[in-house]
């Protein structure tokens, strides 16, 4: 029986959640300084928020999130993953009463991966929230296809159906076969800055010239500048809608 426990309670599985899941994301993902200064403050407020999906004491996959208050229009939702960060952990301190729950994670450990253990993980975080009293669920969610079109603008991509009408994008379109629909672009979802080196470690590459490059697992392009020792990503996500 699949089971969503809190991850407070379930100290036995956090080393290998630390490994299986970091695994399964780009370097340069863990390098938006925008979330720097709210990341202890989001453990330590919202604990309850991250979860683990457990079968038979075997850890399967994992995902965390934040409530926010948010009015229901695309003008209102944050610029993206960031945002989100940032508005729920000041609307915290400022007593704001959240009504939004917003998925920012998820990852199936890689040998677990196409057996619809995302659904698994969407569905119970969804009900969830629900109890919780979050009657709305929102993601800015990073389309995994999309690193494969690098240089199409991210409203484009959102736009590519398959023939049954489902999203192109695998991960989307598990998202949607759960009821959810795609609400915007977030082009500027999370804001990744370093030096050249910084960008070399990360992607594994080296950038000789100042100029645009496509990198492994970029969901856009990599924008290099010598003489100014910066390298700068920025990353788009598609803000959906949980019915
Ligand atoms: C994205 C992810 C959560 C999907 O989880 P999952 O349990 O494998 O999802 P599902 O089994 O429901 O499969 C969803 C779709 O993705 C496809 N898929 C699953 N694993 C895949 C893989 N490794 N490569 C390509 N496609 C894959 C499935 O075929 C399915 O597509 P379908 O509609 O044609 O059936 C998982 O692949 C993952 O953890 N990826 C790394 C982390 C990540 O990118 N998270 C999303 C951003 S927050």
Same mark, same amino acid.
């Given at each position: 029986? %699949? ?34 200064? *709210? ?5 330590? *407020? ?5 979860? %683990?999906?457990? /079968?038979?004491?075997? $850890? ?8 926010? /208050?948010?009015?229901? #229009? +695309? ?16 609307? %915290? ?8 729950? +917003? $998925?920012?994670?998820? /990852? ?35 389309? #995994? ?5 690098? $240089? ?6 959102? #736009? ?15 998202? +949607?076969? $759960? ?6 672009? /977030? ?25 645009? *490059? ?18 700068? *990503? +920025? ?9």
């Amino acid at each position: 029986m %699949y089971e969503l426990i809190p991850v407070a309670d379930g100290p036995q599985y956090d080393k290998e959640a630390e490994q299986r899941f970091i695994e399964e994301w780009p370097e340069f993902i863990f390098h938006d300084e925008g979330v720097t200064p *709210y990341r202890e403050r989001r453990v330590e *407020y919202f604990r309850d928020w991250e979860y %683990y999906l457990v /079968a038979e004491d075997r $850890l399967i996959a994992g995902c965390w999130g934040v409530p926010i /208050a948010w009015d229901g #229009t +695309v003008a209102d939702l944050p610029g993206g993953f960031t945002d989100s960060l940032g508005r729920a952990v000041t609307s %915290y301190e400022e007593g704001v009463v959240p009504n939004t729950f +917003v $998925l920012m994670a998820a /990852a199936v450990r890689s040998d677990e991966q196409g057996r619809g253990h995302a659904g698994r993980v969407i569905t119970a975080i969804r009900d969830r929230a629900v109890d919780k009293g979050l009657g709305q669920v929102i993601a800015p969610v990073r389309p #995994t296809l999309k690193s494969r079109y690098p $240089l199409t603008p991210i409203e484009t991509f959102m #736009t590519w159906t398959r023939e049954d009408g489902l999203p192109l994008d695998p991960w989307l379109r598990t998202h +949607v076969r $759960l009821g959810a629909t795609l609400l915007a672009p /977030a082009p500027a979802s999370q804001t990744m800055t370093g030096t050249v080196e910084d960008w070399e470690k990360w992607t594994k590459m080296l950038f000789p010239s100042t100029g645009t *490059y496509t990198i492994p697992d970029g969901l856009t392009t990599l924008a290099i500048d010598r003489d100014a020792d910066t390298g700068i *990503y +920025v990353e788009p996500n598609i803000w959906l809608r949980h019915a």
